[in-house]
Structures are given as structure tokens and as C-alpha cells.
């Protein structure tokens, strides 16, 4: 709505009460409404949130308003999500939660589409409205890691995500584990892929880590080692089968010698690749074992969190995002997911109130 803004005065006082009482300023939004857009934002295109939010209050904005208010608000949404799980170790927070003698954590990571614009050297072109220099456009996908952290007999998670390292991601995970309950007799498991440098982090961070290779990566790494030993594609599962059960049921020296027996005969740098492979993950691999103990031994968990927390939204067809942005879009998605939602807002209501 738009109203005239009052200007109270009295001798030796005055006053603008919309400014002092409600903290809106010229062409500025209520926290109601910054927070309707931001719902919107986060689940559709600034276009798509500028229409709905017509729908749903009769008022047209524009998508970049609609932009503005939800990044403003994801960049607050960070802050709040470091200043939560930073606090996880208090000895205040420590005693309002009970210790877990089993915790699952799981992390994986999507690629992204960004963009960002360079000067072009040597160049005198302008654009045609502003007159102002041309740039290049460099697209990039970069990695975005989402993990979570949960009881092994509970579907209740916390889920962090940030494109940045393993060791910055995993850190957080450390955070959640102990915001939920993770203590030093806490025994911790790890599903994951090989993704280079991961479960070596992960048992860094996390010092009673059982790290369990994802078995579908594991067959995944069978079958292309079929495929390069020239294996037709009908008979590739019978070599690959057999090999994953001896495996599963405890038998990896068992393949790894009949690998290597192979390996002398056959030269193939694929085969070699599969049989380090193996070395590197042998104590992770004990599948039949780990189900008996209640244990997942699949990562499809966290891959179905990627489809629904950062690719919903950030990977809408045509979407490109400035490599600043990507963070704090992914901790809305976050505080929706862990359902920090309302705690967020209210938070910022007492703020506002307290300032």
C-alpha cells in the first residue's frame, strides 16, 4: 500500500512514525512482506515470485524487488545458520540434549551453472543503452556439497550445504552432529562415494567414523573396468556380480588377488585403477555386515536431497548465478529443509523490535 508518512512535531521533539514505530522507510517493505517474498524466491524464478505474490496480495512488484529482498534476506540466512551451529558446543546447549550412541552422516555434492561478466582487453565496444564497456560472459559449473547429519534410527536431519571445500562442508556437518547430540563415545557413519579427499576427511573430523563406500559407486567402478577389458555389454554382469557378493559378504583380499592375477596377464591401466581402489577402501566395504548392524549402504539419501534442496531452485532450466549468490540461496533452501524457518523470522522480528 502506499500512505502519506507523517511528520510529528513538537517543540523540542519530533517524530516520523512510520520510520521510528514500524522501520519503513521510502519505497521499503515490512518484514511481512519481505518475508513473503522470500518464500516465493526460494522456490520459483524472480519472475515466477513477482507473480505470485500478485496472486496471493493483489500488489504488483517487480522482480528485481523480488530479487533484492530474497538475496538480502539469504545473506542474512548464512549468518544465522553459522551462528547456530557454532553455538552447538555451549555447555549450555550441551545440557538441553541428550548423548546418541549411533549417528549417520551422508554428503554429496551437484554441479551448478554460474556466470560471471569480465572486461573484454583491447576492446572499444560499448553496450547500446548505457554506453558502456562490453564484457565477456564466463560460464562455469562448480561443485556444490550438501550433507546431513541424522540418529541412525531416525528420519529426523539437519542438512548443511556450501560450495566450498570438503574440509569447510565437513566442518559444518561436525557442528550439526553435535547440535543433535554427537558426543566422543558417539560411534559415527559415513556413507559417501570416493569422491577424492572425502572419506579421508571425514574420518579426520569425525574420530569414530565407520566409513562405508556407497555400493552403487563401487559397481559403478566394476562395470567401467568391464567395459575397458573389452566384456561385452550381456556378459558384463556376470563378471561383475559374482565379484560385488564376495565382496559384500567380507571377501575383498579374495577379488583384490584375483584382480591382480588378471592385472599380470593383462596390462590394463583401468584394472590397475579398480585394484588401488579397492586398497583404498577395503575396511568400507564389508556390506552384508554393516545392513545386518542397521546401516545404510547407499547414499541415495543425500542424492534425493540434492533434487529437492539446492537443484530445485538453483537449477531451474536457463538459471545462472554469480558464484556470491550461490551460498546464501542454498542456506534458505537449508533453514526450510531443517525447519528453522520460523525461528529465522522470529529472530529477526526481536531484532528489528530490539534495535
Not at 512482506?33 to 516465493?40: K, M, Q, T
Not at 542424492?303 to 531451474?316: D, G, M, N, T
Request: aromatic letters at 8%.
Amino acid at each position: 500500500m502506499e500512505i502519506a508518512s507523517p511528520y510529528l512535531w513538537q517543540k523540542g521533539c519530533a517524530c516520523k512514525p512510520l520510520i521510528d514505530g514500524m522501520g519503513i522507510t521510502h519505497q521499503g517493505r515490512s518484514e511481512t512482506v519481505n518475508r513473503a517474498l522470500s518464500d516465493f524466491g526460494i522456490e520459483d524464478s524472480f519472475v515466477r515470485a513477482a507473480v505470485r505474490f500478485k496472486e496471493h496480495y493483489n500488489y504488483d512488484i517487480g522482480s528485481s524487488a523480488a530479487d533484492r529482498a530474497t538475496k538480502d534476506t539469504a545473506h542474512q540466512a548464512v549468518k544465522y545458520i553459522e551462528e547456530r551451529l557454532s553455538n552447538a558446543d555451549s555447555d549450555e546447549a550441551r545440557n538441553d540434549r541428550e548423548s546418541l550412541d549411533r549417528m549417520l552422516v551422508e554428503l554429496d555434492g551437484c554441479e551448478i551453472r554460474t556466470a560471471q561478466l569480465y572486461p573484454i582487453e583491447g576492446t572499444t565496444e560499448t553496450t547500446p543503452v548505457y554506453k558502456n564497456p562490453k564484457k565477456a560472459k564466463e560460464i562455469r559449473f562448480r561443485d556444490v556439497r550438501v550433507g546431513f547429519v541424522r540418529p541412525v534410527d531416525s528420519s529426523s536431519k539437519i542438512y548443511v550445504g556450501k560450495m566450498d571445500s570438503y574440509e569447510q562442508v565437513v566442518d559444518q556437518l561436525h557442528q550439526a552432529a553435535v547440535l543433535i547430540g554427537m558426543t566422543e563415545s558417539t560411534t559415527v557413519v559415513g556413507v559417501a562415494d570416493g569422491g577424492i579427499g572425502l572419506s579421508d576427511e571425514l574420518k579426520r573430523q569425525f574420530s569414530n567414523m565407520q566409513f562405508i563406500l556407497d555400493k552403487s559407486h563401487l559397481k559403478g567402478h566394476f562395470y567401467e573396468t568391464a567395459e575397458e577389458l573389452k566384456i561385452s555389454r550381456e556378459e558384463r554382469p556376470k563378471w561383475v556380480n559374482p565379484l560385488i557378493q564376495t565382496i559384500s559378504k567380507g571377501g575383498v583380499a579374495e577379488v583384490k588377488k584375483k584382480l591382480e592375477n588378471e592385472y599380470s596377464s593383462n596390462l590394463n591401466e583401468r584394472l590397475r585403477r579398480l585394484i588401488g581402489y579397492l586398497e583404498r577402501f577395503q575396511d568400507a566395504l564389508n556390506y552384508d555386515v554393516f545392513k545386518a548392524d542397521g546401516y545404510p549402504i547407499g547414499s541415495g539419501e543425500i542424492e534425493s536431497a540434492h533434487k529437492s534442496i539446492p537443484q530445485k531452485r538453483l537449477k531451474i532450466p536457463g538459471a545462472s548465478w554469480h558464484p556470491d549468490s550461490i551460498d546464501p540461496m542454498l542456506a534458505l533452501r537449508i533453514l526450510r529443509a531443517d525447519d528453522w524457518w520460523d525461528d529465522f523470522w522470529n529472530q529477526r522480528t526481536e531484532e528489528l523490535l530490539a534495535a
